[in-house]
């Protein structure tokens, strides 16, 4: 269908003003961010796999510019250009479109997001509730009900991450592979035989290094071997790999125990409240227990807001889809629709520009699956 | 009887190597009017037209419908259509055209043997230049495809299309996925190919649209080739 008829457009219209009028209700000002981006800052961030979602094109100038596929950006670099004291607390709305190719699943191509976006909030798990509890108002103003709720939380994983004795390189390494679930579960397993033991066809350069200085000892490799440096990824680069290669080698393995209890938490899934009992079983140190109390305090928070987190679900593996979140994540469902997602972001405004980091919450409604979900 | 039409390759070794076949199948392959047009037709079954076609415009017309059948590259075929997508499927794999799509990256990254590795250089090079390693390809769904399979992210994809060997060297990318067959190419250009760098091994098909797999012609045509190969 080529667009949307009189009738449909109002229809939309009418349930998203319903939406906005609860967002408006609660203080948050409708901004309009640019439709049109920088490419490079999706691109740059997100990496290929959503650039091949993203409408790229060039400007006469050859800049690459995108449509935006979603708010949230566009949403954080117009707070750096419009705020004076960024750090300060800003509440924003927005409803307007975003564009992605259509995946496998066939979503349109273009489609009307709903949502907010919360800079600054100090109490967090005051702030964290209260997004949820509007994204939840927000849903039933539009005309929704049987809603399912689930929960994540990627700091829990986070602090038994922080916990677990390892090289720091290898958390690295875990920590980034934490949202491809299998290259995790790969990395983990090769950990636990003590990392670098396998042969591999640069197998025979790190033998080379010996007591060397790795730097020096790559040098020569190229000379030796008569390959020239092409390209910006300089031989100190190299070098700082190889030396962690080598390192690898000597290193104990990770403890079956410490395997086990990653896999256990990730494995972690049930009512929310009732999940507490699992969870609290899991033995980390002092950054788990931060994060547990975190969790613990946030269902005290939802109750407050009037919201009933027994009938929540929580999944530690929820959350591990998309890379930006920090911390709390939330997902809306209904009649097998997932209408509404977000959570904490806190990495964002400081990786835009901002000198500081930046406590950032936001969620964003589906306008048309919500329309689908109600009809 | 409704036609068929037969993209065949229009230039180049592989069109010499896709007519023999048919030929030798006792099929000919004859064009109407001038040496130089672009339509033809098949003798020795009913009704099958033929297209001269480029590899690339074969594995298109494919996936459009135009064409119901074709020869063309196992790689342009794959590039072309996904693989969930059931719209055209190999038949037969003729044993000539072999070549192998490959990740490859410059002889002085001594670092990196794998896939694996590729990734963590993928972030090392965010941190150290600010801005994403690049990989040079036609093979923009090969690559993503794989890269994605592999858990490697972060990296940005340049279209390149000609000479994709070239470009670590000129500095237009870091590493490439490009098509090889002894890799000697490669090698001249001081590339290595990662230990499971291998992403397609391919040679020359004959592919067919879902709706004509069954049809009498297409596997009468199937059947003397099998006999060739």
């Keep these: ?14 349930q998203n003003a319903a939406i906005m009028a609860v967002f408006e209700r609660a203080g948050f000002e409708q901004i309009a961010p640019d439709i049109i981006q920088p490419a490079d800052i999706f691109l740059e961030r997100s990496g290929e796999d959503i650039r091949a979602r993203t409408f790229v094109f060039n400007d006469p100038n050859g800049a690459e510019l995108c449509l935006r596929p979603d708010l949230t950006v566009p949403a954080c670099r117009f707070h750096l250009s419009h705020a004076g004291q960024p750090e300060k607390e800003a509440r924003y709305s927005y409803l307007g479109p975003a564009f992605r190719f259509p995946d496998e699943k066939l979503s349109p191509q273009e489609f009307t997001q709903a949502g907010l976006e919360w800079f600054g909030a100090g109490e967090a798990v005051a702030a964290e509730a209260r997004m949820l509890k509007l994204a939840v108002s927000a849903l039933e103003a539009a005309g929704a ?17 922080q916990d677990t004795a390892m090289p720091e390189r290898w958390r690295r390494r875990l920590q980034h592979q934490f949202w491809r679930p299998e290259a995790f579960k790969a990395l983990l397993h090769s950990f636990a035989l003590g990392g670098g033991k396998k042969r591999s066809s640069i197998s025979e350069v790190i033998d080379a290094i010996g007591t060397a200085n790795p730097q020096d000892a790559a040098v020569r490799w190229l000379e030796e071997h008569h390959l020239p440096q092409q390209g910006l990824r300089g031989i100190d ?31 972690v899934e049930g009512g929310a409240e009732d999940v507490l009992q699992s969870l609290r079983a899991i033995s980390g140190g002092a950054g788990y227990a931060a994060a547990l109390a975190h969790y613990e305090a946030r269902l005290a928070a939802l109750e407050e807001q009037g919201l009933n987190p027994k009938r929540f679900r929580f999944s530690a593996n929820f959350g591990r889809e998309i890379e930006y979140y920090t911390g709390f994540v939330f997902q809306v469902e209904a009649r097998g629709l997932n209408l509404a997602g977000g959570g904490r972001y806190d990495d964002m405004l400081q990786d835009l520009g901002a000198a500081q980091r930046i406590p950032a919450l936001g969620f964003a409604i589906h306008t048309e699956r919500l329309q689908v979900a109600l009809s | 009887m409704n036609t068929l039409t037969f993209a065949i390759p229009s230039k180049g070794r592989l069109m010499e190597q896709a007519q023999g076949l048919i030929e030798q199948a006792g099929f000919k392959v004859e064009r109407i009017g001038s040496d130089r047009g672009y339509r033809g037709r098949l003798t020795g079954l009913e009704n099958v037209e033929i297209a001269f076609l480029s590899a ?21 075929l794959r590039e072309t259509i996904a693989p969930d997508n059931a719209v055209a499927d190999v038949l037969l794999r003729l044993k000539f055209g072999p070549a192998n799509v490959v990740v490859a990256v410059p002889d002085c990254w001594l670092d990196v043997a794998q896939m694996a590795d590729l990734d963590e250089v993928a972030q090392q090079f965010y941190r150290l230049h600010g801005r994403r390693m690049r990989v040079a390809t036609k093979y923009m769904n090969l690559t993503r495809r794989h890269f994605a399979a592999k858990g490697v992210t972060g990296y940005r994809i340049v279209e390149s299309l000609g000479a994709t060997e070239g470009a670590p060297a000129a500095g237009s990318a870091e590493l490439i996925v490009d098509i090889t067959t002894s890799g000697a190419t490669l090698t001249a250009n001081h590339l290595k190919i990662l230990d499971d760098g291998l992403i397609l091994s391919s040679c020359a098909v004959l592919a067919a649209g879902a709706s004509c797999a069954a049809d009498a012609r297409v596997q009468q045509l199937v059947a003397a080739l099998v006999r060739c190969l």
């Design chain 2, 56 to 76: 690339s415009d074969i594995a298109a017309a494919l996936k459009s419908g135009e064409a119901d059948l074709g020869i063309t590259g196992e790689d342009l």
């Design chain 1, 1 to 14: 269908m080529a667009g949307r008829t009189a009738k449909e457009r109002e229809a939309l219209a009418r």
């Design chain 1, 145 to 161: 009900s049987a809603l399912q709720v689930t929960l994540g939380d990627v700091g829990l994983f986070a602090g038994l991450l």
């Design chain 1, 237 to 267: 680069e190299v070098a700082a790999r190889l030396a962690e290669k080598l390192a690898d080698r000597s290193e104990t393995p990770l403890p079956q125990a410490a395997v086990e209890k990653l896999e256990a938490y990730l494995a």
